[in-house]
């Protein structure tokens, strides 16, 4: 893979990592918090609200490098 190709793909790699493990502490938030510790599953959510306001950001920088081969 050509170096210009690397630095997008592997931030759209890692992009996707985020997304799955943001994914697996949302399930798990709703399974302690099912069990009664709402403060627990209220404090992961609020981590998660973090990954979700930078989302739009990283998808957009990303595209930009994917669409930019002079980076």
């Not at 069990?35 to 920088?61: M, Y």
Request: aromatic share 6%; no cysteine; charged share 25%.
């Amino acid at each position: 893979m050509p170096h210009h190709d690397l630095v997008p793909s592997l931030l759209f790699k890692l992009n996707e990592n985020q997304l799955a493990i943001a994914a697996a502490v949302e399930e798990l938030s709703n399974w302690v918090e099912a069990r009664g510790s709402e403060d627990v599953a209220r404090h992961a959510r609020e981590a998660l609200a973090t990954l979700d306001d930078n989302l739009e950001f990283i998808t957009r920088g990303i595209a930009e490098l994917m669409n930019d081969s002079t980076y």
